[in-house]
C-alpha cells in the first residue's frame, strides 16, 4: 500500500478533529463576540434614545436645556456611527431578507433607516453645537442678549448651512422607503418624522437666515400690522394700528406705533377701493386701513407697504400681520407682563379684558383727546413684551412661547411677509405666509369681512357643511353651507352707521350690533355656480342707501372661482348660506383603475374655530381603498368627516375603480 493511501494514525485524526473544534468554537466565540459588540452598540444607542426622549418631554415643565440636549444628540450620534461599523456586514445583506415573516420589511429598509437616522443625528448635532453656548441667552457688554444671539448665529453660518443639507439628505434617504411594508412600531416612528418635515426644514432653512433678517449685514425696517379679529377683515381683523420697527444686527434702532387711521394723507391722490367697500361702507378712497383686503397675504402686505409709503416714506422689508390671538400667545409664553407700575401684570386670561379696558375712554377730557390716545396702550404693551424678552429672558418659558408661536402661525393669526424672495422662500413653504394655496385638487376657504363699522365678530359663531359627490365620468358637484349664528340678545333693527365716538361710547357696545358681512368663498377656479341662497337688503339697512337685491356674484381671483355675497344677521338670530356649483372635472385624478380625490380647505385668519363636517359620495362600484383622515362615519358609497378649523385641514381619498 502506498504512502498516500495508508490510512491515517488514530492520533493523527484526533489531532486534525481537535483542531477543526477549536477552529470552530474560535470562530463562534469571534461571532460571539461580534454579535456582543452589535448588542452593546444597540442598547446604548436604544439608552440614548430613552434618555433624549426624557430630556425632549421634561421641556414641557423644565427650561430649555440645549447643552444637555447636544450632549445626548453626540452619544446617539456616536454610538450610531458605531452600530452602523460594527454591524455592516448584517447591513449589507439587509435588502436580501425581505422575505422573513413580521420583519422583512423592517430588515429590508434598515440600511436606509441608518443612513437617515445619521444624516439626522449629524445635523442635530452640529445644530446644537452652534446653538448651545449661544443658550440662555447672555447680554454682552454693550449689546442685549439678541444682539449676542444674533452675532453667534451669525459666526455659526457654515455650521447652519450644513444643517440644511443633512436634512435635506434624509428626507431625500425617507423617499426611497416603502412604509406601507414596515411593522407598526416603525412606520409609527417614520410617520412622526413625516409630521415633523414642515418644521424641520423650515427650522433648518431659516436658521441661517435669522441674522439677515435682524439685520446684520444691513438694517431692516418692518411693518407689524396691528388687527382686531372683533372686526373680521380677509386677513384676520380690522388694520386698527401699524409698528415700524428697523432693526439694526438685532439691536432695535427704532419702532414707532401709530393709529391706522393717523398714516394717510389726504391732499395726495387715491385710488378708489374695492367696490364692496365702495358698495356697503360707502369709502370713497382705498386707504391704508382698508389695505388687507385680500385673503391673500401677500397680496394685501404688498398694498399696505405701498400705501404706508405713499405718505411715511423709507424702505419697507416686509409685513407681520398679527391679532389678539397672538397677543395671547405670547403673553401665556411670558406668563405674565407688567405694563404700568403699581397695576396687577396682566396673563393671557386678562390681557384681552386690559385692551378692551384701556381703549376705552377714561380721564379723557374731551372725546377729541380720546380719539388721539385710544390705541396708545398698544405702544405700552409693546414696550413691556419687548422689555420682558430683552432683560428678564431668564423669567420666560421659551418651549411654551415657541409652541404658542408655533400655534398661531399655524391658525394663520401670525402671517409673515418679506419683500426680498430668498428669505421669503422657507417662509412660504412652511405656510407662514399666509397665501391662498394652489391646488390641482378641490379646495374650498370661507372669507368674511365685517362692514358693520363694529366689533360683533365677538359674538358670532360659525359651522361649515361641504358636500360632494364624485361622478364616474369624473364630473362633481359640490354643496356648501355655512351657519352663521349672532349669540348676542335679540334685538330689533339694524342701524348701519359710523359710531358716534363720545366719551360715553364702551366697547361692549359696538359689540352688540348686527353683522354685516361680505361673504366670499373661494372654490377651484372653472367651477360653475348652479345655485345659491339669496339674501336681499333694504336700502334703509345700509349706510348707502342703496339696496342689496341678495344675487351673489362670481368673479375670478387668486387662480380662484369666487362666489361673493353680502348678508346681515340680526342680532341674536341665525343666518344660513348655501351653495350649489359643479366643480371642474380634473378635481378627480385618475390613472388606470385608480381614483384620487383630495380637498383642501384653508382657514381664514382671525376666524374662529369653526365646526367643518365634509362627506364625500362616490360612484357605486368604486371601492375606498385609502382615506386620511379616517372617516368619522363611513356608510356604502360615502363618508363623513369632522374637523375643527383650527388650521388648514386637507381630505385626501384613494379609490379601486371597477374597470
Known amino acids: 500500500m502506498s504512502a498516500a493511501t495508508r490510512p491515517s494514525s488514530p492520533v493523527k485524526q484526533l489531532r486534525r478533529a481537535l483542531r477543526r473544534r477549536w477552529l470552530l468554537v474560535i470562530v463562534a466565540a469571534i461571532v460571539l463576540a461580534w454579535l456582543v459588540l452589535i448588542a452593546r452598540d444597540a442598547l446604548a444607542l436604544r439608552a440614548d434614545w430613552q434618555a433624549l426622549q426624557a430630556d425632549l418631554e421634561a421641556l414641557d415643565t423644565a427650561s430649555l436645556d440645549l447643552p444637555r440636549l447636544h450632549q445626548r444628540v453626540a452619544s446617539m450620534r456616536d454610538n450610531l456611527a458605531a452600530l452602523r461599523s460594527h454591524a455592516g456586514p448584517l447591513v449589507s445583506a439587509a435588502p436580501a431578507l425581505g422575505w422573513l415573516p413580521g420583519i422583512g420589511g423592517d430588515v429590508r429598509s434598515a440600511p436606509a433607516l441608518l443612513d437617515m437616522a445619521a444624516e439626522l443625528l449629524e445635523g442635530g448635532e452640529r445644530a446644537l453645537s452652534a446653538l448651545a453656548p449661544l443658550w440662555p441667552p447672555i447680554a454682552g457688554e454693550g449689546e442685549s442678549a439678541i444682539e449676542s444671539i444674533v452675532r453667534g448665529l451669525d459666526a455659526a453660518r457654515p455650521d447652519l448651512l450644513a444643517v440644511q443639507e443633512h436634512v435635506e439628505r434624509a428626507i431625500a434617504i425617507r423617499q426611497q422607503i416603502d412604509a406601507s411594508r414596515l411593522s407598526d412600531s416603525v412606520r409609527s416612528l417614520l410617520d412622526r418624522f413625516d409630521r415633523a418635515v414642515p418644521l424641520l426644514r423650515t427650522g433648518a432653512a431659516l436658521l441661517p437666515l435669522v441674522p439677515q433678517l435682524l439685520g446684520v449685514d444691513r438694517s431692516r425696517t418692518y411693518l407689524i400690522l396691528i388687527q382686531n379679529e372683533d372686526e373680521l377683515r380677509p386677513t384676520g381683523g380690522f388694520l386698527s394700528a401699524v409698528a415700524r420697527v428697523t432693526l439694526d444686527a438685532g439691536r432695535i434702532v427704532t419702532m414707532t406705533v401709530s393709529d391706522a387711521y393717523t398714516v394717510d394723507d ?225 334685538a330689533d333693527g339694524c342701524v348701519h352707521a359710523v359710531p358716534s365716538y363720545g366719551l360715553d361710547v364702551t366697547y361692549e357696545a359696538l359689540i352688540q350690533q348686527c353683522y354685516w358681512d361680505y361673504q366670499r368663498v373661494l372654490v377651484p377656479a372653472g367651477a360653475e355656480l348652479i345655485d345659491a341662497t339669496h339674501y336681499p337688503i333694504g336700502a334703509d339697512q345700509l349706510i348707502t342707501r342703496r339696496a342689496f337685491d341678495g344675487v351673489p356674484l362670481v368673479a375670478i381671483d387668486l387662480d380662484k372661482t369666487v362666489f361673493e355675497t353680502m348678508l346681515l344677521v340680526e342680532r341674536g338670530q341665525r343666518r344660513e348660506t348655501r351653495l350649489r356649483y359643479a366643480l371642474p372635472q380634473n378635481i378627480i385624478k385618475m390613472d388606470d383603475n385608480r381614483g384620487v380625490y383630495h380637498l383642501l380647505i384653508q382657514k381664514q385668519p382671525g376666524a374662529g374655530i369653526w365646526p367643518v363636517s365634509v362627506t364625500v359620495v362616490w360612484p357605486a362600484g368604486w371601492q375606498l381603498a385609502q382615506s386620511d383622515p379616517e372617516p368619522s362615519v363611513t356608510n356604502g358609497d360615502s363618508a363623513m368627516f369632522q374637523m375643527q378649523l383650527d388650521a388648514d385641514r386637507e381630505v385626501v381619498l384613494g379609490f379601486d375603480l371597477t374597470p
Do not use: C
Request: proline fraction near 5%.
Open 266 to 490: 389726504f391732499s395726495k391722490p387715491y385710488g378708489d377701493p374695492p367696490a364692496p367697500l365702495r358698495d356697503y361702507m360707502g369709502s370713497e378712497l382705498w386707504v391704508f386701513r382698508d389695505s388687507n383686503w385680500s385673503p391673500d397675504f401677500p397680496t394685501s402686505a404688498r398694498k399696505a407697504i405701498e400705501l404706508y409709503t405713499y405718505t411715511q416714506g423709507g424702505r419697507i422689508d416686509g409685513a407681520i400681520a398679527l391679532n389678539q390671538h397672538v397677543v395671547e400667545a405670547v403673553v401665556a409664553g411670558l406668563g405674565s407682563i407688567s405694563i404700568v407700575s403699581g397695576d396687577p401684570p396682566v396673563t393671557a386670561d386678562t390681557i384681552r379684558a386690559y385692551m378692551r379696558s384701556a381703549w376705552a375712554p377714561s380721564d379723557q377730557v374731551d372725546a377729541a383727546q380720546w380719539l388721539e390716545e385710544r390705541k396708545d396702550f398698544m405702544s405700552r404693551l409693546a414696550q413691556a413684551v419687548l422689555d420682558r424678552v430683552l432683560n428678564s429672558g431668564d423669567q420666560t418659558d421659551w418651549p411654551a412661547l415657541g409652541r404658542a408661536l408655533l400655534g398661531v402661525l399655524r391658525s394663520r393669526d401670525l402671517q409673515v411677509y418679506l419683500v426680498d424672495d430668498s428669505l421669503a422662500q422657507p417662509i412660504a413653504r412652511a405656510g407662514w405666509a399666509g397665501a391662498v394655496r394652489p391646488t390641482d385638487g378641490d379646495y374650498l376657504m370661507v372669507v368674511d369681512a365685517n362692514l358693520g363699522f363694529n366689533k360683533v365678530n365677538a359674538l358670532m359663531h360659525q359651522s361649515i357643511a361641504y358636500s360632494v359627490t364624485l361622478g364616474a365620468d369624473r364630473s362633481s358637484t359640490a354643496e356648501l353651507e355655512v351657519d352663521y349664528a349672532h349669540s348676542g340678545a335679540a
